[in-house]
T-cell receptor, first 116, second 116 residues
Framework: AQKITQTQPGMFVQEKEAVTLDCTYDTSDPSYGLFWYKQPSSGEMIFLIYQGSYDQQNATEGRYSLNFQKARKSANLVISASQLGDSAMYFCAMREGVDSSYKLIFGSGTRLLVRP | DTAVSQTPKYLVTQMGNDKSIKCEQNLGHDTMYWYKQDSKKFLKIMFSYNNKELIINETVPNRFSPKSPDKAHLNLHINSLELGDSAVYFC???????????????FGQGTRLTVV
C-alpha cells in the first residue's frame, strides 16, 4: 500500500493567490515526521517545511504552512500569495519511527504551475 | 560551500559499461543516502548508510554497489549498465543519531544518468 499519496499530478494557480497541495499518509507508528520538498526545473531538492506527529500546532515557514489533520492522516501544504518562482514539483515525504529511521518515503509529487 | 555535492552532474554512457557517481557532504552528518528518481519523477530510496554502515538496501540489483570510505563520502558504483538504469540519482545526508524526527535530509544536485 502507498505510504504517501499525492492525488494531484498537476495544479494551476493564479499569481498572488493561495494554493493547497494535498498529501495523505499511512502509518501505524505513533511517532513520525512529515516533510515537504520543492523541486524546481533546475532539479535540486529544497526542504520547505516539517510537521511532527506530536506537534500541537500546524507548522508555518514564511508563505508555507501545513494543514495537519492527524485523524484524517493528511498533511496538506498551503502556499500563500503564490509567486512565479513557486512553479515546481512538490513532494510530500514521511519518516517513521522514533529511533534512527533511516529513510524518507516520498509521494509521487504534484507539479504546480503559477500563472501570471 | 556546497553542502552535499555529487559528481558528475551528467553522465551519458553505453549499455554494459561500469560507472561511478561520487558524493561528499561537509555538514558533519552521520547518515547518507542514495535515491533514484525515475522519468515520472518518483523518488525511491536505494541505500542508506549510517556511520559508514549499510542500514538500508531496498531491493536494488547487485549491479549497484555503494561504498562509504568515511562518514563524509558515499559513492555509487554501477556495473553492466542497462537502459532501465537511466534516471536521476540523488545523494542526500542527514544527522540522525540522537536527533529529533524533524531532521530533514539535504540533497545533492542530482546526477542525470543516460544509458544508450
Amino acid at each position: 500500500a502507498q505510504k504517501i499519496t499525492q492525488t494531484q499530478p498537476g495544479m494551476f494557480v493564479q499569481e498572488k493567490e493561495a494554493v493547497t497541495l494535498d498529501c495523505t499518509y499511512d502509518t501505524s507508528d505513533p511517532s513520525y515526521g512529515l516533510f515537504w520538498y520543492k523541486q524546481p526545473s533546475s532539479g535540486e531538492m529544497i526542504f520547505l517545511i516539517y510537521q511532527g506527529s506530536y506537534d500541537q500546532q500546524n507548522a508555518t515557514e514564511g508563505r508555507y504552512s501545513l494543514n495537519f489533520q492527524k485523524a484524517r492522516k493528511s498533511a496538506n501544504l498551503v502556499i500563500s500569495a503564490s509567486q512565479l518562482g513557486d512553479s515546481a514539483m512538490y513532494f510530500c515525504a514521511m519518516r517513521e519511527g522514533v529511533d534512527s529511521s533511516y529513510k524518507l518515503i516520498f509521494g509521487s509529487g504534484t507539479r504546480l504551475l503559477v500563472r501570471p | 560551500d556546497t553542502a552535499v555535492s555529487q559528481t558528475p552532474k551528467y553522465l551519458v554512457t553505453q549499455m554494459g559499461n561500469d560507472k561511478s557517481i561520487k558524493c561528499e557532504q561537509n555538514l558533519g552528518h552521520d547518515t547518507m543516502y542514495w535515491y533514484k528518481q525515475d522519468s515520472k519523477k518518483f523518488l525511491k530510496i536505494m541505500f542508506s548508510y549510517n556511520n559508514k554502515e549499510l542500514i538500508i538496501n531496498e531491493t536494488v540489483p547487485n549491479r549497484f554497489s555503494p561504498k562509504s570510505p568515511d562518514k563524509a563520502h558515499l559513492n555509487l558504483h554501477i556495473n553492466s549498465l542497462e537502459l532501465g538504469d537511466s534516471a536521476v540519482y540523488f545523494c542526500a545526508s542527514s544527522r540522525l543519531q540522537g536527533q529529533p524526527m524533524n531532521t530533514e535530509a539535504f540533497f545533492g544536485q542530482g546526477t542525470r544518468l543516460t544509458v544508450v
